[in-house]
């Protein structure tokens, strides 16, 4: 794996800009491999063995994809949404799996790790890349039931809606009376009121 700062710089410019979050998830990552024994994740015998699951939606987690190569479009990058800055890493192939959680005392620790810079963010940021990971972070040894449906891998099973007619992937459908329906039909969407449109230059094309 490459050396943190070559991945925080790398990381910061793939989300945008150098944050806490960043320094953080990036840290989260490289403890979160080294617990399971990968140490080139992004290599590609290594990237077959990986799952991560985030359960945050922010800077962090961006961090975390970034070190670890981990990605939706791939299946190993698995969102869920507990609003917790925490992620999960699962070996495949040896079914070992530790969740790394950002402590809240890390926090009020910034004082102590970069006294003397002045803006909040910038000692966070500084205090981060120094703090111990003991301090940074709270490691347990966990579990993860995986589905064969949740795996890498192509399509593993298609069905289509008994109401809309769309394909669902995955065994990600809801059963109505021994039918499948989409979640969107099945009341579980997160839209409502759909409706189709026609739209200006619909025929449009990349390649026309």
């Not at 359960?55 to 949404?81: I, N, P, Q, Y």
């Not at 459908?173 to 759909?194: I, W």
Request: hydrophobic fraction near 35%.
């Amino acid at each position: 794996m490459d050396p943190f700062e070559t991945l925080l710089k790398e990381s910061a410019a793939a989300h945008g800009h150098l944050c806490p979050g960043q320094v953080a998830g990036v840290r989260m990552a490289m403890l979160g491999c080294r617990l399971i024994g990968l140490d080139n994740p992004k290599q590609r015998d290594q990237i077959k063995k990986l799952l991560v699951y985030v359960e945050m939606d922010r800077c962090t987690a961006d961090a975390v994809a970034h070190v670890t190569g981990a990605k939706l479009g791939r299946r190993s990058l698995k969102f869920m949404d507990y609003g917790i800055m925490a992620a999960t890493f699962v070996n495949l192939e040896t079914n070992l799996s530790y969740r790394v959680l950002s402590t809240e005392a890390s926090r009020d620790l910034c004082d102590v790790y970069a006294p003397e810079i002045a803006d909040r963010a910038g000692r966070q940021t500084a205090a981060y890349k120094r703090m111990p990971d003991n301090v940074l972070f709270r490691v347990q040894q966990v579990r993860v039931h995986i589905s064969e449906l949740d795996l890498p891998g192509p399509t593993r099973q298609k069905v289509l809606c008994s109401r809309c007619g769309q394909v669902i992937r995955d065994g990600r459908h809801r059963e109505e009376n021994g039918r499948a329906v989409c979640r969107p039909c099945f009341g579980n969407g997160y839209f409502s009121h759909a409706r189709e449109i026609t739209w200006p230059d619909m025929n449009w094309s990349p390649v026309n």
